[in-house]
RNA sequence: GCGCGGUUAGCUCAGUUGGUAGAGCAUCCCCUUGACGUGGGGAGGGUCAGGGGUUCGAAUCCCUUACCGCGCACCA
């Protein structure tokens, strides 16, 4: 030890205090400490006297993350503002559970897995049902534990113990539960509606799962007897015949509402008849139109609203049925310019406009051109959902945290039409029911007993359909407690807090209206909804882009706690994050700082130099009737920062929080206080050296606890040397220490 | 078209009920002070998007315009 190392270590503190902190070997050993501890689960809280038998509940679900992701930048936002949540309120008392859940992410995980038949030369049209499905669980469950260390290595302080994935036979049990009440209620109903379908992926879809894109394409004007009409998808005319226009359109009053007019078309003669509707805009094109009901939803509400008949085009692949004729069997992106070409042959080709653009619905993943169908499949009414729902929120019953979600999320409430809850993949939760295809009735089954059609007495099948993973996964506040006899549903529903990603608002909306529908109560007080994780110049993140950041590789390289904080602080709520790697450097400075400051604290008030008691209590009860008065000055700041920090916390303020912090440990506490210690330690008399050595040890602990939420791993560490290897008492855990008292 | 945000220092963003504009990073200058150079001290830099209004007083409240982002619907 060189001469410098023996002045600064006189009294022998921890020799890792001699060397800056070290993430990598501190991280995984301090998780484990806690794992060990077994506190992530609050009954053992309770049961070791770390909380009150009495106390309050405070609950969080964690958003089911997909089972065969990887941690993304977002999930590192979640993981740390549920953490610091659920860290805060463990400390303040109440009983305190995170519980975490995984999701089987139906149309994520069979992507990825159709892929990977792919690859291997497979096709799933080869595999059986049964088989396949237990094919992609075993793939699930897999790779289920990567994200599950990811999470943990994020510091979750989470109740592993309790945790939850969709497919959980008792989730399930819970999900068909609702599928039951929801026909005997009269709002579940098979029917023939329109749904949105990728050609590739043979599936209807959530419009989560639509993406709008613009395309320039041409326009065509063709001549469809004495009108005009214009489109820009030529190929899905053919058994248009129904011509709409507005009542009252001046330029055509002289046509008749049904009206029938023979006119020559693509393949031949047809009759079209005349239909006046008022949805047409008189504006547009030339305000006449010729309808497809089966394939677009303005032209099937006309359809329905004047019972008109609907006739399929384009089947469930995208190739032309025989109504198209001689194009019957081709795929509609090779018909169209043939299709074109016959118009123009026939001199019905007015005129084209060759860049047009418009908007069109892709699938999110193959950008396929969603192809409208119509399909018998199972639909919940959503009207007397979302009314309940809507009155509730209204009502201010539900805290939205920042406040405008609330009214976007009223604003989706009060426009929502009825929600396609099948999906024609194998990957979920089967839809419980049985389906007669000679009358295209449907029979919810859940005990499997139903043999025969009722109607018409004809022989029933399984529906292979799966549940839409949002109807699984808005059930999940009250599915994952045990609902409806549960014991953990009896003490911690409704949960507190849901935090989530504002760009899924609908799940959270969803979760109200089946959670009110279910258990009668709101699942949560309070929803809050951070933003989107940007690159370090602000541009969304992408595959694509190739300016995806990795969470780990920043962990790796700044600390966890570094990270988390970097996270947190300039973050308001709902407001979209730059993430720089200068700021969570910036960060992993101030963990040093941390450890730095420590060493001083313990160097500098060391029993053997000052004398002064390491009594912890006597430490952590510190009354300012022991200090000299420039201490009770630093003691009043220091409480009163307490004191309105634990407010903002309460406030779900933690931008603020950790920014105050921050400030006081740095440049209060190290820059101004420790820098007069010097002096009162060299210089001072026995009381005020006694004095500010206790002060100097309070507020080191102080400081530690209330960072602790954001920054668990470097607080943890150094709690655990101050108590274990320099102070006298029992090494307890900081992470159930009780939050600094506020009310001195 | 309807709805929701945003526009504050070079960059990223705070700014709680209206009371003389803040932080981090970056820039510049100084300091080998015995916890830490992953440090310390200091400096420059903003007519708070434009316009109007309410008020003794507006970044903050109201109206309006422009631009950026997002949601919903539509796109024949």
Not at 140 to 156: D, F, P, V, Y
Not at 196 to 208: E, G, L, N, R
Not at 576 to 597: G, P, Q, R, V
């Amino acid at each position: 030890m060189d001469k410098k190392k023996e002045i600064l270590n006189p009294a022998g503190i921890p020799e890792k205090f001699l060397k800056p902190y070290d993430p990598k070997d501190t991280e995984d050993r301090i998780y484990g400490l806690w794992e060990k501890s077994g506190y992530f689960n609050p009954d053992n809280c309770v049961e070791n006297g770390k909380t009150d038998k009495d106390a309050k509940p405070f609950t969080i679900i964690m958003p089911p993350t997909n089972a065969n992701g990887s941690l993304h930048a977002g999930h590192g936002l979640v993981m740390t503002i549920e953490d610091i949540m659920t860290r805060f309120n463990r400390m303040r008392g109440r009983r305190t559970l995170w519980l975490p859940g995984l999701d089987h992410a139906g149309f994520e995980t069979w992507v990825v897995y159709e892929k990977k038949l792919e690859k291997e030369g497979r096709s799933r049209f080869d595999i059986e049902r049964k088989q396949l499905y237990q094919e992609i669980m075993d793939f699930t469950l897999t790779n289920s534990s990567n994200i599950k260390s990811q999470i943990r290595k994020m510091g979750a302080s989470c109740d592993w113990s309790r945790e939850k994935f969709t497919l959980d036979p008792e989730i399930v049990k819970t999900v068909y539960g609702t599928f039951q009440k929801l026909s005997d209620d009269g709002l579940l109903y098979r029917g023939k509606r329109l749904v949105s379908w990728c050609p590739k992926h043979q599936t209807s879809f959530a419009d989560i799962e639509i993406k709008d894109e613009e395309r320039t394409e041409p326009y065509y004007y063709i001549k469809y007897g004495p009108f005009t009409i214009s489109t820009s998808r030529p190929e899905t005319k053919f058994g248009d015949k129904y011509v709409v226009m507005h009542p009252e359109d001046k330029r055509y009053l002289d046509f008749k509402d049904g009206q029938k007019i023979d006119l020559e078309w693509i393949n031949g003669p047809i009759t079209a008849t005349v239909i006046k509707d008022s949805v047409i805009d008189m504006e547009f094109g030339t305000g006449v139109m010729t309808i497809t009901p089966w394939h677009d939803a303005v032209d099937f509400d006309i359809a329905e609203r004047h019972h008109l008949d609907k006739e399929q085009i384009i089947d469930e692949r995208g190739k032309l049925l025989p109504i198209a004729g001689e194009f019957a069997g081709m795929h509609i992106t090779k018909a169209r310019p043939l299709i074109i070409e016959k118009l123009r042959s026939k001199g019905l080709i007015e005129k084209v406009e060759e860049k047009y653009t418009h908007v069109v619905h892709t699938c999110y993943k193959c950008g396929t051109i969603i192809e409208p169908q119509i399909q018998s499949q199972w639909f919940v009414k959503m009207k007397p959902l979302a009314e309940k729902a809507l009155k509730k929120i209204n009502g201010g019953e539900v805290e939205y945290i920042p406040e405008h979600y609330k009214k976007i999320t009223t604003h989706w409430l009060e426009n929502l039409i009825d929600w396609n809850i099948s999906r024609q993949i194998v990957w979920g939760i089967p839809i419980p029911a049985k389906i007669c295809d000679a009358c295209d009735t449907g029979y919810v089954d859940l005990e499997n007993k139903i043999t025969k059609c009722e109607k018409c007495k004809g022989d029933v099948r399984q529906d292979n359909d799966t549940f839409d993973t949002w109807f699984s996964s808005g059930q999940w506040p009250y599915a994952t407690l045990g609902y409806p006899d549960g014991k953990d549903f009896k003490t911690f529903y409704p949960t507190n807090v849901m935090e989530t990603a504002g760009d899924i608002f609908h799940w959270v909306a969803r979760m109200i209206m089946l959670s009110l529908y279910r258990t009668n109560v709101l699942p949560f007080k309070t929803v809050y909804m951070h933003g989107m994780v940007l690159d370090g110049k602000g541009q969304k993140m992408s595959k694509s882009k190739g300016n995806v950041i990795n969470p780990l590789d920043l962990t790796a390289k700044y600390g966890t706690d570094a990270f988390r904080i970097g996270l947190v602080i300039g973050n308001t709520p709902g407001t979209s994050l730059a993430l720089s790697e200068d700021k969570i450097s910036t960060y992993k400075k101030f963990a040093n700082k941390l450890w730095n400051i420590t060493r001083f604290v313990l160097e500098s008030t060391s029993e053997e130099k000052l004398k002064i008691s390491n009594n912890k209590s006597e430490i952590d009860d510190l009354k300012a009737d022991d200090l000299v008065a420039a201490d009770v000055t630093h003691l009043k700041t220091l409480t009163d920062l307490m004191k309105e920090i634990t407010g903002e916390m309460e406030e779900y303020k933690f931008y603020l929080v950790a920014d105050k912090l921050y400030h006081y440990a740095w440049h209060e506490f190290a820059d101004k206080i420790l820098e007069e210690s010097k002096k009162v330690f060299s210089e001072g008399d026995e009381k005020s050296k006694r004095s500010r050595a206790m002060f100097l040890q309070y507020a080191l602990r102080t400081i530690l606890k209330s960072l602790h939420p954001f920054m668990p791993y470097v607080t943890e560490e150094i709690w655990q040397l101050m108590n274990s290897g320099y102070t006298k008492g029992a090494s307890t855990l900081l992470m159930v220490e009780k939050w600094p008292n506020s009310s001195r």
